[in-house]
């Protein structure tokens, strides 16, 4: 009378045999490596058919080894269930079969409940009579929780393990296997030693079912238990674009976007992701290192016994994460100049000589407390090819982007030393002074209004009147403090002299330069129209300062950096498309193409023998770029390119104050830019710059002997015979005011 009363209101199975689990936001690179996945529910659907034959062993033999036997219920294990709860004296054991199991977790409550199991029973009866066993298995194979958030034994492989299921061992598909029954109590992360004797039952079950062998079941016994720690780590460390991905996402489809499935391709390469990433961590950390040892980040008690060492600094460090490859460690003893320390998942380490060079002198007793190498002190260490070595977490910051500058897309993005510490995107949200960096812009509009590379210009002290910089007295100063006197407009922006990006900013007039720097793609906001313009005074972001360099790689188009290329759907159906204009097709062209020649040829120069000559390193000569140093120190900048690619590389701290008076753009930054760029285009030809249309060649003298020169057909004179009208047009003498400017 129950069952003819009840059968008929079960609910529908329609959740069943049209199922649609929650699937996880997945943010990709263009060649297809993940980088990211938001949701509240981590899981990857699998079909059962592509499910290793020893895992659904595994999982069969944990939880229901007659599942192809029986139609539901397993009287025969609710018999021997019922005999072992009997003889232990209390339930311990409640022979809910596979299909039990998915009859409760897609329409039941786990409560238990009398009406409840009932329910339970007859929903499996229903459940088989409409499915297939196959399709049962592949629906508790996606289904079931697993701890640390994994539905689903596919995404559990990735978490707990960092693999697909096709490469798991025996050893591990068992401790899998294992975790149904009780994901919290057997969960090897959290509770290693009841993961493991769990995953011994399991073991001991498929050999005595005989799906693995003597050997097998003896080799899995042995094999040493290890899960990943950190489970959200992937192979290419793009955290900041994985979030800026997310963001752009739930913009178009709200909460949906943790739910459906989409996924999300950028435009990253991964070696050159993964490349920005090294480049820029080493160039933080090298900076790090001139700078001196501060001390331990904190300190922690230590208990007596050794035994309990590793539970205890687990649970005190639960709050001090890994920084990349810089982990946390405990010093535990010191003495005779070198300290042992208990690493984070790694134990004990001694370091001596070379790898405690960087701070030993905190091991004196004399300096503060707090500044001591001493028992209890929180350290970073990090494994290289010579072994430990000691290391702290930097306070400077630093930011990498490279983009194609003929369509815009992203191929590397660094918005900082560790997006665990600072999820703050220095590449797209940091307005920074651009200091030197920017000048090739007034020289681009000094061009315009008819300077020329040849222009001799007078590198001299000047006083600037208060009112033509805000009513403020200036007496500007080149970086070095000295002045060159004469020198052409090519030599200057070679040795980055101020006080000539003045006197042409001067000359043009800081509206028409404010009013310029628009074609590539400046703020007229960000960059008041006063003489400081002319030294990177106003505000940019470093994914502006990429924009910007690329008209002058692609001749003179504007275009718009993007990092999305698609968006897919669950089904691998494109619902988004990004369409990027193209330099020489759709891009509008915003600059003259022999202006942007000549800025080339210019900045060839400036890391040929100018402030950027360490880029000879590279052997190539087809590079170009300039150094960028503010006020103070306070930011440290390299943009430079080659026309297949543009980076930009800055490194500077949150709260600007100075990085220090040896710092520079050619010292702090360009090496993050080099060795990223070295990488990037290695095997890629050197390109052959042609002369474009327009623009003639003259022999002319210079600090580095006779050079050709180029200058606008139009317009071929050189020097003092050349001058600006109001107009902006060249013309053949040059006023008085302007002769007071030049010269």
Known sequence: MAIAVTYPRLPSLETL?????????????????????????????????????????????????????????DYTGVARAAIYNLMSGHAQSGAS??????????????????????????????????????????????????????????????????????????????????LPKAPSSYNPVVNPSRAKLRQQYVLRRMHELRYITDAQHEAARAEPTYVRRATETFSVKAEYVAEMARQAV???????????????????????????YEAARRGVLDYDRRHGYRGPEGFIELPS???????????????????????????????????KVFVRGNGKVELSGKALQFAVHALNPKLPPAQQLRRGAIVRVYANEQGWQISQMPQAEVAMVSMDPQNGAIRALVGGFDFNRNHFNHVTQAWRQPGSSFKPFIY????????????????????????????????????????????????????????????ILQAISPDYAQT??????????????????????????????????????????????????????????????????????????????????????????????????KTNVLNRSDLAGKTGTTNDTHDAWFAGYQPGLVAVAWLGFDQPRSLGGA??????????????????????????????????TKTVESSHGPREEYFYAEFPETNSELGLENGGAAQQSIDEDVKDLLF
Request: aromatic residues 10%; proline residues 4%; without cysteine.
């Open 516 to 613: 310029y720097i628009g074609k590539f793609g400046f703020e007229a906001s960000k960059h008041p129209a006063y003489l400081t313009m002319a030294l990177g005074a106003g505000s940019v972001t470093a994914l502006q300062m990429a924009e910007g360099y690329s008209v002058f790689a692609n001749t003179g188009y504007r275009i718009r950096s993007y990092y999305i290329d698609r968006i897919e759907d669950s089904r691998g159906v494109v619902v988004a498309k990004t369409a990027p204009e193209v330099a020489g097709k759709t891009a509008p062209r915003t600059l003259d193409a022999r202006n942007a020649f000549i800025m080339t040829s210019m900045m060839r120069d400036v890391t040929r023998y100018g402030t950027a000559a």
């Open 17 to 73: 045999t049209d199922y649609r689990p929650k699937i996880p936001l997945r943010v990709y690179t263009a060649d297809g490596i993940q980088i990211g996945e938001f949701g509240e529910e981590r899981r990857a659907f699998v079909p059962i058919e592509r499910v290793p034959l020893l895992m659904k062993q595994a999982i069969l033999a944990a939880e229901d080894d007659r599942f192809y036997e029986h139609g539901g219920i």
């Open 305 to 339: 016994t050794e035994a309990q060492l590793p539970d205890w600094i687990d649970e005190h460090l639960i709050d001090v994460k890994d920084a990349g490859n810089l982990l946390p460690a405990v010093v535990l003893s010191t003495g005779n100049n070198k300290i």
């Open 444 to 503: 681009s509009a000094g061009i315009e209004r008819g300077f020329t590379t040849a222009t001799m210009i007078n590198d001299a002290p000047l006083e600037i009147d208060p009112a033509s910089i805000g009513g403020q007295h200036w007496e500007p100063k080149n970086f070095d403090g000295k002045f060159g006197g004469m020198m052409t407009m090519r030599d200057a922006l070679t040795k980055s002299k101020n006080l000539v990006s003045i006197r």
């Open 97 to 178: 079969t596979i299909t039990m199991q998915v009859a409760r977790n897609f329409f039941l409550s786990s409560e238990k409940t009398f009406t409840r199991k009932f329910n339970e029973v007859l929903l499996s009866f229903k459940i088989e009579h409409s499915l297939s066993k196959d399709k049962i298995l592949e629906l508790y194979f996606n289904q079931i929780y697993l701890g640390q958030r994994a539905y689903g034994f596919a995404s559990a492989a990735q978490i707990y393990y960092g693999k697909p299921l096709e490469q798991l061992t025996v050893a591990e598909m068992a401790m899998l296997a294992g």
């Open 250 to 276: 739930v913009d178009k489809y709200h909460d949906a976007a943790y739910t459906q499935g989409y996924k999300v391709y950028t435009t990253l390469l991964s070696s050159h992701q993964t490349n920005a």
């Open 663 to 696: 710092e520079t753009g050619g010292q702090a930054a360009l090496p993050i830019w080099i060795n990223y760029m070295g990488k990037a285009l290695k095997g890629v030809p050197e390109y052959q710059y042609t002369v474009p249309e327009g623009v003639i």
